[in-house]
């Protein structure tokens, strides 16, 4: 499941991950977060860009890296929820800002399973979905 720009958006393929980069942002849209997903929808995520560049604290490269990890977990979890510890937290202060340069905020064990379960639910989702498509291609075959 490679991430898909929005610009090929028509040429992505089912279940295939579309983040948008918003440079940007309205101050009214969800003030104060960096990105969000869409997990029960289970394909777009959008980061602001222009939030995670104006965070001076820690490299750009470092920070934009955990906010694609936490955003794409929630795809993969397929639920809007957070941990008590790592870089699934809803919000990340400048310990974990100080943590995060030196290495990476880990995944709690909670999200860990969540990722497992969420990715098995995706693969049959898929499944199904592309047997759904096989059927409908033969039917059009038949019909001709
Ligand atoms: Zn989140």
């Known amino acids: 499941m490679a ?7 028509a040429a992505c393929p089912a279940g295939a991950l579309q983040i948008n980069l918003s440079k ?3 101050v009214t849209l969800k003030p104060g977060a960096m990105a969000y997903a869409l997990p029960y ?6 980061v602001f860009l222009d939030r995670v ?7 750009q490269r470092v920070l934009l890296a955990h906010v694609f990890v936490h955003e794409i977990t929630h795809i993969l979890e397929g639920v809007s929820r ?5 870089v699934m937290m809803a919000h990340w202060n400048s310990s974990d800002y100080r943590t995060m340069t030196l290495a990476p905020l880990p995944f709690a064990a909670v999200d860990v399973e969540l990722i497992k379960r969420g990715l098995e639910n995706r693969e049959k989702t898929l499944a ?3 047997t759904a498509q ?5 039917a059009a075959v038949y019909a001709k």
Request: aromatic content about 6%.
């Open 3 to 9: 991430p898909c720009a929005t610009w090929f958006a």
């Open 24 to 26: 940007s942002t309205p």
């Open 41 to 46: 929808e289970g394909s777009h995520i959008v």
């Open 53 to 59: 560049q104006a965070v001076a604290v820690v490299r």
């Open 82 to 86: 957070h941990s008590e510890t790592g």
């Open 128 to 130: 199904n979905s592309k």
């Open 134 to 138: 096989d059927r409908n291609t033969e």
